[in-house]
C-alpha cells in the first residue's frame, strides 16, 4: 500500500457535529470551542451553516459564531451556504470559504434540498459565482456517493455527473461524501479509479462516516489510491446523541490516531485535540463516543 | 489492494468476550449460544478456557460446556489451555483444538503466565506434544506483538523468535495478537512483511482489538497482504463491560458486514448471528457495543 506522508484533516464538528444536536450550545461556548479548535494545529474547520435556522435550529447563530470567532493564520474557516441568501449572511460573517451540498441521488436530494438534482445546480451556480467574485473560494459536498437511505445503490456515473458540474461552475474541493456510512474499502476504491481518471487527487476529499465501522478502513483506502484530506468530526460528534457509543461522523482524534501511528503528517497536537474535546463534551452534558476518548477517559 | 476471495472468521466470544465478564452466564446459557453461533455458518468457534478458575471465575464451567454444547458437522471447537492439566481436561471435554498463548514481551508474559518467556516454552511444549498425539491440532496465541502495556514498543524479531518456536512445537497456526488495540496499519504490514517471509499466510491469523479504532483498517492491511484468518467476537463482546460504546475484541459482526460488502466469501449468515448477538445480550442484560448491531436496533 501506499500513503501519503501528509493529511489535511478538516474539522466538521461545529456544523455536521453540532447540527444533530437538539440542545442549543450556547453562541458564546461554540465560539470558545471553535478557538481551541483553531489552536490544536487543524488547518481548516467547518464552522457552521447559513441554512434557514427553521431547519437548524441548533446553528440558528450561524452569523454570531463566523462574526465572533478568532481568525488564526493559517486557518480556513468555512461555513455550509445552501443558496444565495445564505451565501450573503456567511460573507458578511466574512467567512473564508463557502461550501455548497448536493445529492448523487435524486431521493435524496429532493428530501434534504426539496429540489430535482437538475434545479438544484443553478441554485449552487449563484452560490459559486458570487462567492467567486467576493474572492472566496468554494467546496462542494456530494451526498450518498456510495448509498442513498432511499434509493439503495448509486451510480458512480451519477457521481461523475455531480462533480462534472460543480467542478465546471469553480469549486476547488469536492468532499465525496458516505453520508450514511455504508461503504466499504473495495467500493471506497472503485468509485475513487473512476474519479481520479477525471478529477486530480488533491481536489478531493473523503467525508466518511462510521455507522457500521468501516471508515478507518476507507480511510485507508482511500489514502492507498492517493487521497490525502479527510473530513472528521472530534470525538465522532454527530452520530445518534441518544445511543452512547453509536458512532456517526469518522472521529478527529481516531483518525489521528492512525495516521501519527503511520508517520503520516498532519500538523494537529493530540492533546489540545483532547482538551477541546472535553470542553464540548461538558457543554453537551455527556461523553463522546470516539474510541481514543474512551481510552484518555482510562477505560 | 488485493484481497482473498474467502476469509475464515473465528469466533472468540465465547471465551475472549466472556472471560472478562463480571457476571456469570449460567452454563445453559453459554451452551445454547455456542448452539447458535454453530448454526450461524462460523466454521470456528473458541468455546471457553481451561486455565484455573480462580483466575477467570467466569469460565469455571469449561468442561460442562465443552460437554454439553452440539457439534455441528464443519465445526472446528476449540478451548484456550494454559498447561497439561488444563489440556488433559480439554481433551476428557472431547475438544477438537487446544489453543496456547503466550506474549512477544516479557513483561507482560510474566504478568499473564507467571513465568519468563524461556520458561513458558517448555510448558507449552508439553501441552502441544499430548494434544497432538491425542490427535488434536492446536493454535497458537502470540499477545502483544504490535505494543506491551509495560514495555511499550515490541521487537519484530521477539515475535519471530516466539512464532519460530511455537511452530517448530507443532501448531498448526498462530494468531498474532494486537492484545491492547494499538496497532496501525502500516506496523501490521511491516510485522506481517517479516512474518511471512518465514511462515506461509495460511498459518497467521490476525487477532485486532478495536481499542482505538482501527482494528477494521487493520483488518485491511492484512487482506492485502494475503492474511485470510481473523478472530473476532460477535458485537465486540469483551471490551470495558463497564462504558457502553467501549470497545475491545473486532466485532464479529462488523467484520462481516466489511467482507461481504467487499464481496469476500465467509459462509456466516448476518441474520443468525444478529439473533445470536441478541440472546447474549439478553443474559448479559446490556447492548454489545458494536456498530452494526447498533444499526440493527435502529439508531
Redesign the interface.
Known amino acids: 500500500?501506499k500513503?501519503p506522508g501528509t493529511v489535511t484533516i478538516k474539522e466538521v464538528g461545529p456544523r455536521d457535529g453540532l447540527q444533530n444536536e437538539k440542545a442549543f450550545i450556547d453562541t458564546e461556548d461554540k465560539i470558545k470551542w471553535i478557538n481551541q479548535l483553531s489552536h490544536s494545529g487543524l488547518k481548516y474547520i467547518e464552522i457552521t451553516s447559513f441554512v434557514n435556522p427553521k431547519w437548524i435550529p441548533a446553528l440558528a447563530d450561524a452569523f454570531e459564531v463566523a462574526n465572533g470567532i478568532e481568525r488564526v493564520a493559517g486557518v480556513t474557516y468555512t461555513a455550509l451556504v445552501p443558496n444565495r441568501k445564505g451565501l450573503e449572511r456567511a460573507l458578511e460573517a466574512n467567512i473564508d470559504e463557502a461550501a455548497v451540498f448536493m445529492s448523487a441521488s435524486e431521493t435524496h436530494n429532493r428530501k434534504n434540498i426539496n429540489k430535482s438534482i437538475d434545479e438544484t445546480y443553478p441554485v449552487l451556480r449563484e452560490v459559486v459565482e458570487d462567492a467567486l467574485e467576493a474572492g472566496k473560494s468554494v467546496r462542494g459536498y456530494v451526498s450518498t456517493v456510495f448509498g442513498c437511505p432511499y434509493e439503495g445503490a448509486v451510480e458512480v456515473e451519477a457521481v461523475v455527473r455531480v462533480a462534472e458540474k460543480l467542478f465546471e461552475m469553480g469549486i476547488g474541493e469536492l468532499s465525496i461524501g458516505d453520508t450514511i456510512g455504508?461503504?466499504?474499502?473495495?467500493?471506497v476504491?472503485n468509485v475513487l479509479h473512476v474519479l481520479l481518471k477525471r478529477f486530480p487527487a488533491d481536489r478531493l476529499a473523503m467525508h466518511f462516516h462510521?455507522?457500521?465501522?468501516?471508515a478507518?478502513?476507507n480511510?485507508?483506502?482511500s489514502l492507498?489510491v492517493g487521497i490525502a484530506t479527510f473530513d472528521a468530526s472530534l470525538g465522532g460528534l454527530g452520530?445518534?446523541p441518544?445511543?452512547?457509543?453509536?458512532?456517526g461522523n469518522l472521529?478527529t482524534d481516531?483518525l489521528l490516531?492512525?495516521l501519527e501511528?503511520?508517520?503520516i503528517q498532519t500538523g494537529v497536537d493530540r492533546e489540545k485535540l483532547f482538551s477541546a474535546a472535553r470542553f464540548i463534551e461538558e457543554k453537551l452534558g455527556r461523553p463522546l463516543?470516539?474510541?481514543?476518548l474512551?481510552?484518555a477517559?482510562g477505560?
Chains 1, 2 share one sequence.
Open positions: 500500500m500513503f455504508l461503504a466499504n474499502p473495495k467500493q476504491q462510521d455507522t457500521r465501522g468501516t478507518m478502513a480511510v485507508l483506502a492507498d452520530g445518534c441518544y445511543a452512547p457509543g453509536a458512532s472521529a481516531d490516531y492512525m501511528g503511520m508517520g463516543p470516539s474510541h481514543n474512551q481510552v477517559r477505560c
